[in-house]
């Protein structure tokens, strides 16, 4: 179902340019259906919207942006796992003026200016320093690992019964001075650091 | 009972119950319908606003694909009853979440609409756009129940709407029993007031004034009414005799005066027939006609003989006025008398004496006449019986003359002139007594006169007396007559034979006959001497018979010739009448009345 929505998103959104991509994704999720093909694709699928929909629901502070009109990044640290998917949903899009970027990085020191971190689960080992790393910048860190919420992540992508679920910590956003929309609480579960 | 003939305090309480009412049911109307249309704008804005929080609440659910969390929200709804069905869908225009869950899709719109709302036949409904951070991330349906709303409402109003009329109607009507009173009370007062005047015709009542408003005034002016009405009833008891009588006769209504004259008492009067009065005095037709006459709604005036309850009969001027109902029949007559039985007595003396004076009279012209036809025959039969003596004395006094003329002295002579100048004179005498006396009875003949004619002829036959006389003759122009010619000719025989003789004694004479036309007697003619004269105060004298002024030394007549006059000019209607001072001469006027004469001659033109 997200993918459909991701494909009629595209079709509604950009029109001719994405329609490829998006009969693409068709495809995909087609034979997938038909042929029980691992569900990896498509659950990112679903990630790379819902990491774009974080930025409607999410408030950086002011200084987070050189101006008003200066990109909004999404990050991807470690392995992509989205395999396109990401840049395709976030083509041309803009969330209060800021045009979207993705922008990837292997290493925790490469990350610059970014507003939206996903750590893949290749750098699970990583995570607490990585999340130590990061602990003074105003970045939204996204993550699917294990306990990634509860080791001080900010939102975990959990999947029950087929479905993609949030967990926030709270404390974690708040001490990077992220404001997450009350909205985007109602349907995830709050985690603090150190509990699951 | 139409409206205007219900009693005024019932009328006044219906107004007031009526505008109340009627202004209550406007009010509520106009309430109504504004209530009715802030309903729906309220109902929208509350739909809007409710549909602005559940949108604001399903974003997360849409962004993030949570059907449950949808789910949840929408079943918040379930807070308000009126909310029939309610959905979202994604950003595809997928359904994505229901409300009621249970519901089957068919349920909801399957294609989504333009944003808003809209009112459908039976429910306010409207798609609402769920928006973040002005992404849209789909959409959520709403539709209300807006009948049971509008139905609950309107009930409810219309029970506010009937408790509140009652309530109105109640104070109204209690308020409207006592301030009606203000209204009606005076009027009321009034009318009780007129009734007693017009049913016991007393109009020494007056309404009582219950303040200065305009039924103050209408009660001071219908007070005035009153006092003049009773101030002319006052005035005509004191001269007439009033009796009102239904259409049949019966006494409806008799002043004092009336009760006095007929000797009845009021009780005995009123109720009865008029015809209690009657005295039988006048005949059916008099009675009849005076009944027609008031039947027909005209007014009858008449003298009339009432009988009194003793019998006595009396008179009355009477007039009697009927008073006409619309549709021209008369409801009551109004009778009004005035006492007239003293008159009545008088004018039958009067007639009795009247009648006796005429009985008296012809008596008297009888026996007059017969007195004077005894005289005129005695006079004509002595007249004429003493001719022949006469005659004889004459002709004998003659043959002595001629046979003792020789032997007798002067004497004897002058005895025998004397019988003879005598017997003549006694003939002249007995010839105008005749004259006289034919005059008076000869039949007219009436024929056109030339005047100057006559009068020319009889100039001319007194030349033996005017020989030698200086006379100067003075002729106006006269009119030619309608007269007997006979006898108009002795009227200037006589009176110029007079002013002839009169005038002996004047060395130069003058006589003057003129005529003038005069509005009351007609042509006036006269005859002017310078003469004798007379003495005025003996002018009624002149005209008798055997009159005389002068002696027969002096003026030689008979005393018959201006008695001959008056009688022939009074036979023709006309009179004579004469001026005159001693030694300064005379004039004798007679006139003819205008029909008597005719235009006047041709000689004279």
């Given at each position: 179902m997200?993918i459909?929505?991701?494909?009629?998103?595209?079709?509604?959104?950009?029109?001719?340019?994405?329609?490829?991509?998006a009969a693409?994704?068709?495809?995909?999720w087609?034979?997938q259906?038909a042929?029980a093909?691992?569900?990896?694709?498509?659950?990112y699928?679903?990630?790379a919207?819902?990491?774009?929909?974080f930025?409607?629901f999410?408030?950086?502070p002011s200084?987070t942006?050189s101006?008003?009109?200066?990109?909004?990044?999404?990050?991807?640290?470690g392995?992509?796992?989205?395999?396109?998917?990401l840049?395709?949903t976030?083509?041309?899009?803009?969330?209060?003026d800021?045009p979207?970027i993705v922008q990837?990085?292997?290493r925790?020191?490469?990350?610059g200016a970014?507003?939206i971190?996903f750590?893949?689960?290749?750098?699970?080992?990583?995570l607490?320093r990585?999340?130590?790393r990061?602990?003074d910048?105003?970045?939204?860190t996204?993550?699917?690992?294990?306990?990634?919420a509860?080791?001080?992540?900010?939102?975990?992508?959990?999947?029950?019964?087929?479905?993609i679920?949030?967990r926030?910590?709270?404390?974690?956003?708040?001490?990077a001075?992220?404001?997450?929309?009350?909205?985007l609480?109602?349907p995830?579960k709050?985690?603090?650091?150190?509990?699951? | 009972?139409?409206?205007?003939?219900?009693?005024?305090?019932?009328?006044?309480?219906?107004?007031?119950?009526?505008?109340?009412?009627?202004?209550?049911?406007?009010?509520?109307?106009?309430?109504f319908?504004y209530?009715f249309?802030t309903?729906r704008?309220?109902?929208v804005?509350?739909?809007?606003t409710?549909?602005?929080?559940?949108?604001?609440n399903?974003?997360?659910?849409?962004a993030?694909?949570?059907?449950?969390?949808a789910?949840e929200?929408?079943?918040?709804?379930?807070?308000?009853?009126?909310?029939?069905v309610?959905?979202?869908?994604d950003?595809?225009?997928?359904?994505?979440?229901k409300y009621?869950?249970g519901?089957?899709?068919?349920?909801?719109?399957?294609a989504?609409?333009?944003?808003?709302?809209r009112f459908e036949r039976?429910?306010l409904?409207?798609?609402?756009?769920?928006?973040?951070?002005?992404?849209?991330?789909?959409?959520l349906?709403?539709q209300f129940?807006?009948?049971?709303?509008?139905?609950?409402?309107?009930?409810?109003?219309?029970?506010?709407?009937?408790?509140?009329?009652?309530?109105?109607?109640?104070?109204a009507?209690?308020?409207?029993?006592t301030?009606q009173?203000?209204?009606s009370?005076?009027?009321?007062?009034?009318?009780?007031?007129?009734?007693?005047v017009?049913e016991?015709?007393?109009?020494?009542?007056?309404?009582?004034?219950?303040?200065?408003?305009?039924?103050?005034?209408?009660?001071?002016?219908?007070?005035?009414l009153?006092?003049?009405?009773?101030?002319q009833k006052?005035?005509?008891?004191?001269?007439?005799?009033?009796?009102?009588?239904d259409?049949?006769?019966?006494?409806?209504?008799?002043?004092?005066?009336?009760?006095?004259?007929s000797k009845?008492?009021?009780?005995?009067?009123?109720?009865q027939d008029?015809?209690?009065?009657n005295?039988?005095?006048?005949s059916?037709?008099?009675?009849?006609?005076?009944?027609?006459t008031?039947?027909?709604?005209?007014?009858?005036?008449?003298?009339i003989c009432?009988?009194a309850?003793?019998g006595s009969?009396?008179?009355?001027?009477?007039?009697i006025?009927?008073?006409?109902?619309?549709d021209?029949k008369?409801y009551?007559?109004?009778?009004?008398?005035?006492?007239?039985?003293?008159?009545?007595?008088?004018e039958?003396?009067?007639?009795?004496?009247?009648?006796?004076?005429?009985q008296?009279?012809i008596?008297?012209?009888?026996?007059?006449?017969?007195?004077?036809?005894?005289?005129?025959?005695?006079?004509y039969s002595?007249?004429?019986d003493?001719r022949a003596?006469?005659?004889?004395?004459?002709g004998?006094s003659?043959?002595?003359?001629?046979?003792?003329?020789?032997v007798t002295?002067?004497?004897?002579?002058?005895?025998?002139k004397t019988?003879?100048?005598?017997?003549?004179?006694?003939?002249?005498?007995?010839?105008?007594?005749l004259?006289?006396s034919?005059?008076?009875?000869?039949a007219?003949n009436q024929?056109?006169?030339?005047?100057?004619t006559?009068?020319?002829?009889?100039?001319?036959?007194?030349?033996p007396?005017?020989?030698?006389?200086q006379i100067q003759?003075?002729?106006?122009?006269?009119?030619?007559?309608?007269?007997?010619p006979?006898?108009?000719?002795?009227?200037?025989?006589?009176?110029?034979?007079?002013?002839?003789k009169?005038?002996?004694?004047?060395?130069s004479a003058?006589?003057?006959?003129?005529?003038r036309?005069?509005?009351?007697?007609?042509?006036?003619?006269?005859?002017?001497?310078?003469?004798?004269g007379f003495?005025?105060?003996y002018?009624?004298k002149?005209?008798?018979?055997?009159?005389?002024l002068?002696?027969?030394?002096?003026f030689?007549?008979?005393g018959i010739?201006?008695a001959?006059?008056?009688?022939?000019?009074?036979?023709?209607?006309?009179?004579?009448?004469?001026?005159?001072?001693?030694?300064e001469?005379?004039?004798?006027?007679f006139?003819?009345?205008?029909?008597?004469?005719s235009?006047?001659?041709?000689?004279t033109l």
């Amino acid at each position: 179902m997200a993918i459909l929505k991701a494909f009629t998103r595209a079709w509604t959104n950009h029109g001719a340019k994405s329609l490829g991509a998006a009969a693409l994704v068709l495809l995909f999720w087609a034979g997938q259906e038909a042929a029980a093909q691992p569900v990896v694709s498509r659950e990112y699928q679903v990630k790379a919207v819902f990491l774009f929909n974080f930025a409607q629901f999410v408030d950086w502070p002011s200084g987070t942006f050189s101006s008003a009109q200066a990109p909004l990044v999404i990050g991807v640290l470690g392995d992509d796992p989205f395999d396109g998917f990401l840049d395709e949903t976030i083509h041309d899009e803009k969330v209060n003026d800021h045009p979207l970027i993705v922008q990837r990085y292997r290493r925790v020191e490469e990350i610059g200016a970014c507003h939206i971190l996903f750590i893949s689960q290749s750098e699970s080992g990583r995570l607490d320093r990585i999340l130590a790393r990061l602990k003074d910048r105003n970045i939204l860190t996204v993550g699917d690992a294990e306990d990634f919420a509860r080791r001080g992540g900010m939102i975990r992508f959990v999947t029950e019964n087929n479905k993609i679920r949030l967990r926030i910590n709270m404390d974690a956003a708040k001490a990077a001075e992220l404001t997450i929309s009350s909205r985007l609480l109602r349907p995830a579960k709050i985690v603090t650091t150190g509990k699951d | 009972m139409p409206f205007r003939n219900i009693p005024i305090q019932r009328k006044l309480m219906v107004i007031i119950l009526l505008t109340s009412v009627v202004v209550m049911m406007l009010m509520r109307g106009a309430f109504f319908t504004y209530e009715f249309l802030t309903f729906r704008k309220t109902t929208v804005r509350q739909l809007s606003t409710l549909g602005e929080v559940i949108a604001a609440n399903s974003t997360a659910a849409l962004a993030f694909d949570n059907q449950d969390d949808a789910r949840e929200t929408l079943a918040a709804l379930g807070a308000e009853r009126h909310i029939m069905v309610a959905c979202l869908y994604d950003q595809q225009g997928k359904l994505f979440a229901k409300y009621p869950a249970g519901l089957s899709d068919a349920a909801f719109p399957a294609a989504l609409e333009n944003d808003g709302y809209r009112f459908e036949r039976a429910y306010l409904a409207g798609f609402q756009p769920v928006v973040q951070k002005g992404r849209r991330l789909g959409t959520l349906y709403l539709q209300f129940d807006t009948n049971s709303v509008l139905h609950e409402w309107l009930w409810g109003s219309i029970e506010i709407a009937i408790a509140a009329m009652a309530v109105v109607i109640l104070i109204a009507y209690a308020l409207s029993r006592t301030l009606q009173k203000q209204i009606s009370q005076p009027i009321l007062a009034l009318a009780e007031t007129a009734r007693a005047v017009s049913e016991r015709r007393d109009y020494s009542v007056r309404a009582t004034k219950l303040g200065h408003d305009e039924l103050g005034l209408l009660t001071d002016a219908f007070n005035q009414l009153l006092a003049q009405i009773h101030a002319q009833k006052t005035a005509l008891d004191e001269h007439a005799i009033v009796a009102i009588t239904d259409p049949r006769g019966r006494i409806t209504y008799v002043n004092d005066k009336f009760c006095a004259i007929s000797k009845y008492s009021r009780e005995e009067l009123i109720g009865q027939d008029h015809r209690l009065i009657n005295s039988g005095h006048h005949s059916k037709e008099f009675i009849r006609d005076l009944w027609t006459t008031i039947a027909q709604g005209r007014v009858w005036k008449g003298e009339i003989c009432n009988r009194a309850k003793d019998g006595s009969h009396y008179w009355v001027d009477t007039t009697i006025v009927p008073f006409l109902k619309p549709d021209g029949k008369p409801y009551e007559y109004v009778a009004i008398r005035a006492d007239i039985t003293e008159r009545k007595r008088a004018e039958e003396q009067i007639h009795l004496l009247n009648q006796e004076l005429e009985q008296r009279v012809i008596q008297r012209t009888a026996q007059l006449e017969a007195a004077n036809q005894e005289l005129e025959a005695f006079t004509y039969s002595v007249s004429h019986d003493l001719r022949a003596p006469l005659r004889h004395i004459d002709g004998f006094s003659e043959l002595l003359r001629k046979q003792v003329e020789s032997v007798t002295d002067d004497k004897g002579r002058h005895y025998i002139k004397t019988i003879s100048d005598s017997a003549k004179r006694l003939g002249r005498l007995i010839d105008e007594l005749l004259l006289f006396s034919r005059m008076g009875r000869s039949a007219l003949n009436q024929a056109r006169v030339d005047m100057r004619t006559q009068i020319d002829e009889i100039i001319r036959e007194l030349q033996p007396d005017t020989q030698g006389r200086q006379i100067q003759w003075q002729i106006g122009e006269l009119p030619a007559v309608q007269a007997d010619p006979v006898m108009l000719r002795q009227v200037w025989a006589n009176l110029l034979g007079n002013a002839v003789k009169y005038t002996r004694h004047r060395t130069s004479a003058r006589i003057e006959i003129a005529h003038r036309h005069d509005a009351a007697d007609g042509n006036v003619f006269h005859v002017r001497d310078n003469g004798a004269g007379f003495d005025m105060q003996y002018t009624d004298k002149l005209f008798g018979v055997f009159q005389r002024l002068h002696s027969a030394k002096e003026f030689e007549g008979t005393g018959i010739g201006l008695a001959n006059v008056r009688r022939i000019v009074q036979r023709h209607g006309g009179r004579t009448w004469a001026e005159g001072r001693v030694d300064e001469g005379a004039s004798f006027y007679f006139s003819l009345p205008s029909a008597a004469s005719s235009t006047r001659t041709t000689t004279t033109l």
